[in-house]
């Protein structure tokens, strides 16, 4: 499943509260081991959700160099570069998921970590390729 979308919901101080001891709790998880991925995953989600793009984005991009087969990962690289308004890197991070597997479409359409890449013209070439792989399947 995608990451949380950063869906611009304000938090209350009680939910930015717990979000922050989870995050500093994962943090030192991460510290002690690099590599744990449910842990890296976990603290990219929390990062995003708070609002730290560009600490949500550095562990995506971690986590795609430790699975580089992961649709999953590449579309969380994807959300992270368009929230931190990378919008030509996230659409190739975008299709890397889409070339790796990747085919919730429905999600892809209404995420709202997506929505400004879909206002850009580098989305028509993924729109193109979101065609052709429906046509392809039926």
Request: aromatic letters at 8%; proline letters at 4%.
């Amino acid at each position: 499943m995608p990451k949380k979308a950063a869906s611009r919901k304000h938090l209350t101080r009680a939910e930015k509260r717990d979000l922050d001891i989870e995050i500093g709790f994962l943090e030192g998880i991460v510290q002690r081991d690099p590599g744990y991925l449910d842990a890296l995953q976990l603290l990219g989600d929390d990062y995003t959700r708070r609002g730290k793009f560009l600490s949500g984005l550095r562990i995506d991009q971690k986590l795609s160099l430790l699975r580089p087969r992961d649709p999953l990962v590449f579309y969380n690289l994807a959300c992270s570069l368009c929230l931190t308004k990378n919008y030509d890197e996230a659409a190739v991070a975008l299709e890397a998921a889409i070339n790796l597997g990747y085919r919730d479409f429905k999600w892809l359409a209404e995420d709202p970590d997506l929505h400004d890449l879909r206002k850009q013209p580098v989305y028509r070439r993924i729109r193109a390729k979101l065609r052709h792989i429906r046509v392809r399947v039926r």
